[in-house]
């Protein structure tokens, strides 16, 4: 019998790990496997994640599971119209005893930020959180400072309120690695929330639905080096392309894919696929992580948001139009 490699070995318990994460976050959120699994490939990525939905779906208690279920910090920061960059970064701060500044570390000085209604602050302070998304490093007077690794941003808005907000530039929107929305439950999900509640699980308590540590920052970047030896043959590649090309020259559309999206999809297909257990990527992979990592990148014309067109239906009619390689 042969023996197993050690990075095969790390690799593949790094990956049970984090299918047991998936099970310690259903302890408290009923469903939305789709925001749970859009979670862990953001992790596996170093990306950061958008989490869009309705009040009262689970966004924030989504994120505040996952980080119960790995032994990271994390910080909740609720934007409002009157938060300032300093707020976010933190500051410097004069010491009179010691007749000198010192630096006092923001909220964002974490493993995992929980962003909450990102869209309520002014464009000023979400430039700052795009320095620390992009360059993991704030500059306060013009010295950087590291941010800690891993880090991650999972950021949560409102679709249906506007009053009081500032939706992100497309700049902003194109650093999030993924977007996901959560739906309202079906009935018989929304049944068992009411049943946990009535049992009295409490939301504010996680203790009470028992979650527990099942994975370190060790296990995410050993699985962050296993995705990285997922193979992309070059018809995957070509088809990736293919895909972001038809978003291009698509009439309904005024801004397509970039290149920085089509290299985005391709990340998260390949998490996609290791986390199914395989070392290549198949056309279903790239179907199935699509939605997510592309939508959000699009923008739609005038003419065909007034005819009700919806960027969904667009990339859905793209991804129809593009010949999946065999």
Sequence with gaps: MTETSPSLTTGESARQALLR??????KAVVGQDAAVAGLLVALLCRGHILLEGVPGVAK???VRSLAAAFELDTKRVQ??????????TGSLVFDARTSDFTFRQGPVFTNLLLADEINRTPPKTQSALLEAME??????EGSPRPLP???MVAATQNPVEYEGTYPLPEAQLD??????????PPRDEEVQVLRRHASGFDPRNLATAGIAPVATADDLSAGSAAVATVEVSDEIAGYIVDIANATRVSPSLALGVSPRGATALMSTARAWAWLQGRTFVTPDDVKALAHGTLAH?????????LEGI?????????LAAVPVPR
Excluded: H, N, W, Y
């Design 310 to 318: 919806s960027v969904a239906a667009v990339l859905t009619a793209a």
């Design 135 to 140: 360059e993991r490093q704030v500059s306060i």
């Design 149 to 151: 690794a891993p880090f």
């Design 297 to 305: 990148r699009l923008m739609l014309r005038p003419e065909a948001e």
């Design 60 to 62: 924030t208690l989504l």
């Design 79 to 88: 934007f409002t119209p009157d938060l300032m960059p300093g707020d976010l």
């Design 21 to 26: 994460v998936r099970a310690e976050v259903a």
């Design 175 to 184: 650093r999030f690695l993924l977007k996901v929305v959560l739906p309202v």
